[in-house]
């Protein structure tokens, strides 16, 4: 099924829950829709699946983001599942990037922040403590 007609559906769905509609006016209003959607979906550019390739990895890992080198999105770190997406595991797209194998696949801060973290819960002290 269309992805756009997917959508449309459940936009129709939610209008028919909320009040009563004809099955004229539920066609009608698919119809119009899917080709709104459908006209919106392709004036939209799709330089963010190519513009991904022309990324720098070295310069990917920024203060406050991380650039995903394959489709071009900023985020505070890339998770197995959004590289799943890609076909990758993390350890594959390190690889693929040129990065060591124990670097961490988040931005710049968030990597400060959790060092700190660990840092003040001083775990290593607790576990000499036990023994």
């Not at 119809?31 to 963010?48: G, N, V």
């Not at 890992?61 to 997406?85: M, N, P, Q, W, Y």
Request: hydrophobic fraction near 30%; glycine fraction near 4%; proline fraction near 2%.
């Amino acid at each position: 099924m269309d992805n756009h007609l997917k959508e449309a559906l459940e936009i129709v769905k939610a209008q028919a829950s909320v009040r009563t509609m004809t099955e004229d006016e539920i066609t009608s209003m698919l119809q119009k829709l899917t080709r709104d959607i459908r006209s919106i979906s392709d004036a939209l550019p799709t330089e963010d699946v190519e513009e991904g390739s022309d990324i720098d990895a070295s310069k990917a890992i920024k203060e406050k983001t991380i650039t995903c080198v394959e489709c071009g999105r900023s985020f505070k770190l890339l998770t197995k599942k959004h590289l799943a997406t890609h076909g990758l595991t993390p350890e594959e797209y390190r690889a693929k990037c040129g990065y060591k194998k124990n670097t961490p696949l988040v931005c710049k801060a968030l990597q400060r922040e959790r060092r700190r973290k660990m840092k003040d819960m001083k775990l290593w002290e607790r576990r000499r403590d036990k023994e």
